[in-house]
């Protein structure tokens, strides 16, 4: 993200809306988003009646108490340097729990159930939920000026039922390992982190490009922990890198610049594969990368949002999240806004239809936590 914006600026950028400082109209949106204000429980689930929810694609939601806050991975607000040292690191103390599990995926999944930062978002799909989180301030991470901060309810939806990926879905595996290659890395490394993953020779040469370098998937998964059970919880796994080079074995460049290479993958290319390319001699590509695994191409993860990025898709919309926004028949962005005011009142009235921090959080520390503040004044 940009040092020279501040977070309110970001938000309207990024988001559409920010929250002005003046009375009047408290919040400023853009022309494509439609905001929903939201009073109490009852005024949520009439709304969200109102949209007709109910479709062969199933909607997701994700809930934020400050409507700054941009859709953006933990890993990738702390720095994409130490993405592939972290995961390292945290397997490495937990190789018990992490060896046994089937997939990167699967071990990210539970490394984001600890509070590691990864490159997943976590959504739901249960609006209840969602409309907690919106509501809700964590003791261990308060935020500052939260009581005078609108929260917000995003809605999500795959248009495509057929693109809702699971743990072992190829696109998942290839999104998943990149968190396992360094913030600059070579093709040939995310190939290997794959095919370790997949354990199939043969798939190795079939990474698609729109997977490498500008991605994001909604994951169903399998609800086996308590939280994710209670929460009905799923993810938004997220992928954005840019190719900084190609280069031959000897250090001698490609007649195909990175950057042309670059645009052909983000467009029609996308839906190819260096395999494609070997075996298509219509590809405009084929002379020059027929014997591919003689290159070598240098890709950089993205930082995202950052007006640094020369491609204006990484500065406003790296993950390619805009596809999964759901809009209304104008073509304008359903967005859920509560009022600061209102966020007690409607965390009681969800606490009368058992959502509440002891059933979002069902661990002990939890629990325990809630129980306290619930009976202390008693």
């Known amino acids: 993200m940009s040092n020279s914006e501040s977070q309110s600026e970001l938000s309207f950028r990024v988001n559409g809306w920010r929250q002005k400082d003046y009375s009047g109209s408290f919040l400023e949106l853009k022309s494509d988003i439609k905001g929903i204000e939201i009073r ?6 009439s709304k969200l009646n109102e949209l007709n929810v109910i479709s062969e694609s199933p909607f997701f939601y994700r809930g934020h108490n400050n409507l700054n806050y941009i859709l953006t991975p933990g890993i990738m607000r702390t720095g994409m340097k130490n993405e592939h040292l972290l995961f390292n690191e945290f397997a490495k103390r937990f190789s018990s729990k992490i060896s046994v599990l089937p ?9 984001q159930h600890y509070r590691l930062n990864t490159r997943l978002l976590d959504i739901t799909e249960n609006p209840l939920v969602a409309l ?30 057929d693109e809702l990926k699971y743990s072992n879905s190829l696109t998942a595996k290839v999104i998943a390992n990149t968190a396992l290659v360094e913030e600059k890395f070579d093709y040939k490394k995310l190939q290997q982190r794959f095919y370790e993953d997949y354990s199939a020779e043969w798939l190795r040469d079939f990474i698609y490009f729109k997977d490498i370098v500008r991605r994001s998937i909604i994951i169903r998964t399998s609800r ?44 029609e290319g996308g839906k190819s594969n260096f395999t494609d390319i070997h075996e298509n001699s ?9 014997d591919f695994k003689r290159w070598t191409f240098l890709f950089r993860k993205v930082k995202p949002y950052s007006l640094e990025n020369k491609c204006k898709e ?40 058992n959502i509440n921090e002891c059933t979002m959080y069902p661990e002990m520390e939890h629990v325990a936590l809630y129980l306290n503040e619930k009976f202390k004044n008693q």
């Open 103 to 111: 997939s990167t995926l699967d071990k990210l999944i539970l490394m």
């Open 314 to 353: 990484f500065q406003d919309d790296p993950f390619d999240l805009k596809r999964l926004f759901y809009t209304d028949k104008s073509g304008n962005r359903i967005v859920f806004f509560i009022p600061p005011d209102c966020k007690k009142k409607i965390l009681e009235e969800l606490n009368t239809v």
């Open 282 to 290: 219509k590809n405009k590509f084929h002379s020059e990368f027929k």
């Open 132 to 161: 907690f989180f919106a509501c809700y301030e964590e003791p261990k991470f308060p935020i500052k000026n939260q009581n005078s901060m609108y929260g917000c309810v995003m809605l999500f939806r795959e248009q495509n039922p």
């Open 40 to 45: 109490s429980l009852a005024d949520f689930c």
């Open 224 to 267: 086996e922990n308590p939280r994710i059970i209670n929460q009905s919880g799923a993810f938004i796994l997220v992928n954005a890198n840019e190719l900084i080079k190609i280069e031959d074995s000897n250090g001698k460049s490609s007649d195909v610049s990175s950057a042309e290479f670059m645009k052909w993958m983000m467009t």
